[in-house]
């Protein structure tokens, strides 16, 4: 199957720093990439959209400002966590699809960054 | 309340034992649904899919699924586990006529005992 990377794998940070993770689609070309983040022992929850080329689109209560999200080409996106605090620490997920028509247009997970934020 | 439920959040059990993860929806319609498996520290793989036709569908690494309209479940099974099997399963559901962005429930630990 296809095989999306994050780079990094894990990252500890300062408070008030700011932290940019990859996410790579290494064998196909991916219009939409996605971002998830995952707190422990619960489920992903879907924090954006990016589409290349074009701003991404936030899901609500998700801060555009201080989760930043570029997608300057069909294989390359990041989130960069702005001024991060240690409530931003989490799991951060990406996945990208293949772009195809309807329900074949099944989605390929990243292996995920874990943030620390001190 | 639109909801995917994964009631169990651990379970245990013998290496060779047969297995059965539970998970419920609850929408109007019938969604289409997909179960996924997250080893630590790893990202999720596709385990299985259901969008229609036969309720039996059968995935990857001997896990199968069976899809109960009359019960909104769509329960994932496995005859005899493998301690390689331990993870996190994500049963998750894409709302038809939607964005094709799955909805995941809270996940359900699998502890596998030698």
């Known amino acids: 199957g296809a095989v999306v990377s994050q780079h990094p794998s894990w990252v500890i940070c300062k408070s008030g720093t700011s932290v940019k993770i990859e996410c790579r689609s290494l064998?196909?070309?991916?219009?939409?990439m996605f971002w998830y983040r995952q707190f422990p022992k619960q489920s992903l929850m879907l924090m954006a959209t990016?589409?290349?080329?074009?701003?991404?689109?936030?899901e609500q209560g998700v801060e555009k400002d201080k989760f930043l999200i570029n997608h300057a080409s069909l294989t390359l996106s990041t989130l960069t966590v702005t001024s991060a605090h240690p409530e931003d620490s989490s799991f951060y997920i990406c996945?990208?699809?293949?772009?195809?028509?309807?329900?074949?247009?099944?989605?390929?997970f990243g292996p995920g960054t874990r943030l620390t934020v001190l | 309340a639109q909801s995917v439920t994964q009631p169990d959040i651990h379970i245990t059990v013998s290496e060779g034992a047969s297995l059965e993860l539970r998970c419920n929806y609850s929408?109007?319609?019938?969604?289409?649904l997909f179960w996924y498996v997250q080893s630590p520290g790893q990202g999720l793989q596709l385990l299985l899919k259901?969008?229609?036709?036969?309720?039996l569908v059968q995935g990857i690494k001997g896990f199968e699924a069976e899809f109960k309209r009359s019960q909104s479940s769509f329960n994932l099974r496995k005859p005899s586990v493998h301690w390689s099997d331990a993870a996190e399963y994500f049963c998750a559901v894409v709302l038809s006529g939607g964005s094709y962005i799955p909805t995941f429930g809270r996940g359900t630990s699998l502890i596998v005992h030698p």
């Open positions: 929408y109007g319609a019938t969604p289409y």
């Open positions: 996945s990208a699809d293949l772009g195809l028509a309807g329900l074949d247009n099944e989605q390929f």
């Open positions: 990016s589409n290349e080329g074009s701003k991404a689109t936030y």
């Open positions: 064998d196909f070309q991916a219009t939409t």
């Open positions: 259901y969008f229609s036709g036969d309720t």
